[in-house]
């Protein structure tokens, strides 16, 4: 039976950039909310957020602040999801964890509800969000394996600086006015804030984003190789990730190679699927020089897809461009529909 009274939500890191985009995303969805509780971190407890209008509190996470709540959002980190998830399913909340803390645990869905909906059903109290990265590609690329099969996918990845935080966003501003003025600055966030070295992001280019690992590959390229078998029940495909971090402060672009199974599809095909596919808007028009940029998709839900075309040599080989906000399809907008399709399944009361 639905729920029409509303539900008790928690947002758990609710005053950071991803927690602000939850709760802005709640009240846009007007999703039906009896209770709301916001936690965050004993350093930001105590302060307060404006949701509906109204300033709201935000309290210190703990294990009994998930008394009595239904919904609990989690975007504050692997190990606070870690220490503090398991609490709140044990005390009868669904977790939409947006860390990377269960995304790869067998028995965690890893949904993008346009691509595998379903999988909610199978969740043990938590359903794991995937990466921003990932989310924006599987959303292009399900309607393409559907019709046509997948074989191998190669992703290049230009992510924006919002995707490693707010002190991320501060060093690039900084550094941008730092070069125009002329000054001196010293690096200190990216690429990894406990790397060993740092190096400047502003009119620059850094391809690394998170730890490097003993294959070669960074943690965040492992991530998307991993996280897009999951999500498509595809163990076998082959996938391989480059991810670089560039000077934008929000939006995530995509170069993505794929080959299908079938032969003799075209651009034209491709096109067709694309338009129809939910949470997808197809931007090209190459002779009016129409294609996604991040500036554009900035507050936008969708994941946006351009360039689509042949590949030369190789039949059934596609490339295109796939861009998407990270911080609203990568994680908030994607939580919540999560929260939505949970409701919609009569998952929970």
Known sequence: MLNTTGFHVAVVGATGAVGQQMLQTLEKRDFPIKQLTLLSSARSAGS??????????????KPES?????????????????LLAPEAVKRG??????????RMDPDVPLVVPEVNEEDIKLH?????????????MVAALEPIRKQYGLKKVIVSTYQAVSGAGAVAIDELHAQSQAILSGESFEPGVLPVKGDKKHYQIAYNAIPQIDAFQDNGFTFEEMKMINETKKIMHMPSLKVSATCVR??????????????????????KDIHALLQDAPGVTLEDVPEEQIYPMPAHAVGKPDVFVGRVR????EDRGFHMWVVSDNL??????????????????????
Not at 127 to 132: D, F, G, M, S
């Open 48 to 61: 307060t957020v404006i949701f509906k209008g109204k300033d709201w509190t935000v309290e210190e996470a």
């Open 66 to 82: 998930f008394e009595g709540v239904d919904i609990a959002l989690f975007s504050a980190g692997g190990s606070v999801s870690k």
């Open 93 to 102: 909340a669904v977790v939409v964890d947006n860390t990377s803390a269960y």
């Open 124 to 136: 043990n109290g938590i359903i794991a969000n995937p990466n921003c990265s990932t989310i924006q």
């Open 246 to 267: 560039l000077p934008v402060v929000t939006g995530h672009s995509e170069s993505v190679y794929i080959e299908i199974e079938k032969d003799s599809v075209s651009v």
């Open 310 to 313: 042949k590949d030369l040599d």
């Open 328 to 349: 609203l399809k990568g994680a908030a907008w994607n939580s919540v529909q999560i929260a939505e399709s949970l409701m919609n399944l009569g998952l929970i009361k």
